[in-house]
């Protein structure tokens, strides 16, 4: 007698696939509950010719739904739910509380300028605009010139323009009381690594200690991500900043490239709303996403 495993994310999916696999006089040996859902062991009694077909189908099934865990469990152990939260780094501590420099880098696209206001709502809200200073290196952007402007004008921040070194070390200088300084970059893209160069050239040029956070998009696919993960680091990385989540299937393929990379994900932003779509990245938390993302596809 053949014994066969059917998972789903609930009971009622599980004994109906053993329903319609096995069908109504189909043997159950065991249940238990899973990190990716219920697994119930079951087969078929008394098996006689007719069955064969049933079977080679249910098998066919089977290794379709192995192969498919498989996939999603490759670089991820769903069996330790620990041990997934032990990979998946996040920032110790909210880095609006540091007295830092602090870069986004990335593509064109990817909300590094929405962020950079999303951490200095998050800053003004508890220190106020006196101590915050925002410097962009994205001159020539007309849409995120006025949204810094609009901003600067609605919270009182300072705000400073500089796309070379030294305008770039100008502005720092003027700025040397703030505690709290953001540097909006333009986009480059990680394919042209002379212009990433250039722009990493630009912060490793200052006697000021610049602090990098790549901004990861969660809508793009793991390949990219990868891309620019690996194009974007540098000894100044302190971590990564996760966007655009709200336009995500799975958060799986920019967590995969975190743990790769090693970079420990300090925000995760899902949303346009400056003063609500941005929260603190928790390892817990993102497992929790991850797992119930994967429910709803099965």
Known sequence: MNVHRFIASSSQKVLSMIHKALG??????????????????ASIPNINAPDTLLLENLSMQVQFMNEKLDKITQRIDWQDPIALCQQVETSEIDIINEKMICALVGPTGIGKTTTILKLAKRYISKYGPSSLGIITTDC??????????????????????????????????????????????HGVNQRDEESVAKLMELFTSQRHKISTYITLPCN???????????????????????TKQDECMSLVPVVCVSVKHEMKIAYIANGQNIEQDFER??????????????????
């Not at 390892?283 to 596809?297: F, P």
């Open 281 to 298: 990245a928790n390892s817990v938390t993102i497992l929790d996403q991850i797992m119930a993302e994967e429910r709803v596809r099965r």
């Open 24 to 41: 109504p006089d189909a043997l159950i040996y065991s249940t238990r509950t899973l990190p990716e859902g219920i697994e119930i062991l």
């Open 140 to 185: 020539y952007s007309f849409a995120g010139k006025n949204l810094l402007l609009h901003y600067k004008d609605k919270y009182n921040v300072d705000l400073e323009f500089a796309d070379e070194p030294k305008a770039l070390s100008a502005a720092l200088k003027r700025m040397n009381k703030k505690k709290f300084i953001l540097i909006d970059t």
């Open 220 to 242: 793009v696919q793991e390949a990219v991500l990868d891309e620019i993960a690996r194009v974007f680091k540098s000894n100044n990385l302190r971590g990564c900043i996760l």
